[in-house]
């Protein structure tokens, strides 16, 4: 193994992964993905979070029904929020941060100019993201004007689209990627000791933060193998396998598990 990489395997190390099409997809591999990092976690001090798109009640349909491990954080909708140790109330400090300049209602008003932008469910709209469905063919439209409208009113957004549908509204200073970062700090890991994992645009801001080890599915959507492709970097490991396969994959190939 190469002196580039980190032997981690008797060393606690901070996994960060996406869950829909990353984490899972792929139960019988995401059976032994669990049992490896249980027991790491319960050897070595390895922490475990989860940074998804969903809303902490989707979030929790989808821990019942795959029967994921419990976290030590929770990054969620589209890491606006973080939940540590199951806690129901987002962490103080990170809410504080995201709500520095961020005004909702005007972010909700100014939407309403575009007609093809569709309300996500209620669920999905949370203190610090307005949600939309948005098609692919009006989305090359829809977005520059939308941000060039948001900009004119002063409003210091962030426009994440992905999946071909999805259109997430953030404070400028949100994402998965700064939110991951947040919690690295705030345990006082080295981002070389620190993997992140994802399979679609939403994932970028994980693996474009920073110098952690990114591990991309083998399953991974277009829009994130053509921002790999245009942004090669020994950090990232593009895997064969899919979904929790390919996170084992990349986690081997780090020298993070056996």
Not at 63 to 74: H, I
Not at 132 to 158: G, I, M, N, W, Y
Not at 230 to 247: E, F, M, Q, S, V
Request: with cysteine; charged share 20%; hydrophobic share 40%.
């Amino acid at each position: 193994m190469s002196n580039f990489y980190l032997n981690s395997i008797v060393t606690p190390f901070l996994f960060v992964t996406d869950l829909d099409n990353t984490l899972v997809g792929d139960d019988k591999a995401l059976v032994e993905l669990n049992h490896k990092l249980r027991r790491h976690r319960e050897e070595h001090g390895t922490k475990i979070v989860y940074a998804t798109g969903r809303s902490p009640v989707l979030y929790q349909q989808l821990q019942t029904a795959k029967n994921l491990l419990q976290p030590d954080a929770l990054i969620a909708a589209v890491g606006t929020e973080i939940y540590l140790n199951g806690n129901d109330t987002p962490e103080p400090a990170w809410s504080e941060r995201l709500s520095q300049g961020w005004d909702r209602d005007l972010v909700v008003a100014t939407t309403t100019h575009f007609a093809d932008l569709t309300p996500q469910p209620d669920s999905e709209q949370r203190p610090f993201k307005v949600s939309f469905f948005l098609t692919e063919v009006a989305a090359s439209v829809v977005l520059p004007q939308l941000k060039s409208l948001l900009q004119e009113r002063s409003l210091d957004t962030k426009l994440i689209y992905s999946t071909g549908q999805d259109l997430d509204i953030l404070p400028r200073n949100s994402d998965k990627g700064l939110a991951m970062q947040f919690l690295r700090q705030k345990w006082g890991i080295e981002a070389e000791k620190t993997v992140v994992c994802g399979d679609s645009g939403n994932d970028i801001a994980l693996f474009s933060v920073g110098e952690e080890r990114g591990i991309v599915v083998g399953n991974a959507s277009l829009e994130l193998l053509e921002w790999h492709n245009t942004n090669p970097d020994n950090y990232r490991y593009l895997a064969k396998a899919n979904c929790a396969g390919g996170i084992l994959e990349g986690l081997k190939h780090f020298g993070f598990l056996e």
